[in-house]
């Protein structure tokens, strides 16, 4: 029996010293004794019963976020402190539907919390610790989301159901810390509100890569329709597009492609310089004669769309690429038709023939490279300085310049080529 007495008493012991520690509390909190008070609230809470009672969590919830303004913490442990307090908070409001205690100054701590979390956001971003920078950003994003629903009213703020910055801030964190699919989640928010602002066109871009590198093409096709709409002066969406068709391997889907695009975009020196790029290769490099039965008429074919591409092209070039490719192009056709004229023997009346007919196309070939052979290096010859690529364009254009007019019995022109191709001072 005595035993049992002395549990009573310890018993009722243990109730009085817990019924008064929420005054202590409240106490340690006037005097900004947060350390204290972080203690004593972790100790009430400790006891199960007292779990259920709105108090504790209304006082922990202050106490926590009090905390999280001590200087010599870490933005790591602030992050925690701020969480563990919104999470107190919720447990208060959830006890407590009435919200007795919620005055206007606990309806500011959440306000204080948004703005807490959205400035972690941006210190763990600016440290590059970008995990950390978008969890803090996602849960600025949850306490607007919060405030909005419990309808809180604050003069002194404005908090908006939809916050573009924090929108972009928030994913942007997300796709630095390889996160793509919450990033995507993020910024599709933003396509989908139809933002159209230059500011966000990188968000259109990141999308556009993201689906494409998928394999969704049913987003990117949805995704492609508005950025084209809202961005069309942009060459990224043909880029994306074309990239796509390039992967399937099938040349002439390939073609087809960039024939819709320069026929949706026809003043795009991307799209005629990348199409005839791409013909160039074809015909020149990436030669595969069992690839298609007709090879021969195809490429004759490829040929001419090659210089009318490249016509096209020089319209809307700034530099000089499109016209360096012209004449490699051009010299090209001209060395092929001279091939063929040294192959040709044979003394019939249909060999002579084929021979004079070889001999004017080549000096046709010639004559219509030699123009543009020109204008690459009058184009080099007036800048100050050459780059080691434009160096390499320049002694080749000379060279294939001097080997044309040494075919025209030119002397004197081809020595005037030869000593620009070997000019070091200028090169």
Not at 291 to 300: E, G, R, W
Request: hydrophobic share 40%; no cysteine; glycine share 2%.
């Amino acid at each position: 029996m005595k035993k049992i007495a002395f549990f009573v008493l310890l018993l009722a012991i243990a109730n009085l010293v817990f019924s008064q520690s929420i005054d202590d509390i409240n106490d340690m909190m006037g005097e900004k004794n947060y350390k204290g008070a972080r203690k004593a609230i972790d100790t009430y809470l400790s006891v199960p019963k007292n779990q259920g009672k709105s108090d504790g969590w209304y006082y922990k919830g202050r106490i926590y976020n009090a905390l999280s303004y001590d200087s010599s913490l870490s933005h790591a442990d602030v992050f925690i402190l701020k969480t563990d307090a919104f999470d107190a908070f919720e447990k208060y409001l959830a006890l407590d539907t009435k919200e007795v205690r919620m005055k206007m100054e606990s309806y500011l701590s959440f306000l204080d919390l948004f703005y807490g979390f959205n400035d972690l956001g941006i210190f763990f971003f600016n440290d590059k610790d970008f995990k950390s920078s978008f969890n803090a950003f996602k849960k600025s994003m949850e306490l607007k989301d919060f405030i909005l629903q419990k309808k809180y009213d604050y003069p002194q703020a404005k908090l908006y159901a939809f916050d573009t910055s924090l929108i972009l801030n928030t994913a942007t964190a997300a796709s630095q810390a390889k996160l793509d699919s919450e990033a995507v989640m993020y910024f599709k928010q933003i396509t989908d509100a139809n933002i159209s602002s230059k500011d966000y066109q990188n968000v259109y871009e990141y999308l556009a890569d993201y689906y494409s590198k998928k394999g969704e093409m049913a987003s990117l096709e949805e995704l492609l329709v508005k950025a084209r709409k809202f961005f069309p002066q942009d060459d990224f969406w043909d880029a994306i597009e074309l990239g796509d068709a390039e992967k399937s391997g099938d040349a002439k889907a390939i073609r087809a492609k960039y024939e819709e695009r320069i026929a949706a975009n026809p003043t795009s020196f991307a799209l005629w310089y990348d199409y005839s790029v791409l013909l160039y290769n074809t015909i020149y490099i990436n030669i595969d004669t069992t690839a298609v039965s007709n090879y021969d008429s195809l490429i004759a074919i490829l040929k001419d769309k090659l210089t009318s591409n490249l016509k096209e092209a020089i319209k809307y070039d700034k530099s000089i690429d499109a016209t360096i490719l012209m004449s490699n192009h051009l010299y090209n056709i001209a060395s092929d038709y001279s091939s063929d004229l040294l192959m040709l023997k044979g003394n019939k009346p249909e060999d002579i023939k084929k021979r004079n007919e070889l001999k004017s196309l080549t000096n046709k070939a010639m004559d219509d490279f030699i123009p543009y052979g020109d204008a690459v290096l009058n184009y080099y010859d007036a800048q100050p300085s050459l780059k080691p690529a434009q160096k390499a364009n320049y002694r080749t254009v000379a060279q294939n310049m001097s080997e044309v007019y040494n075919y025209k019995v030119d002397t004197s022109k081809a020595a005037q080529y030869d000593k620009k191709r070997s000019a070091p001072d200028k090169q």
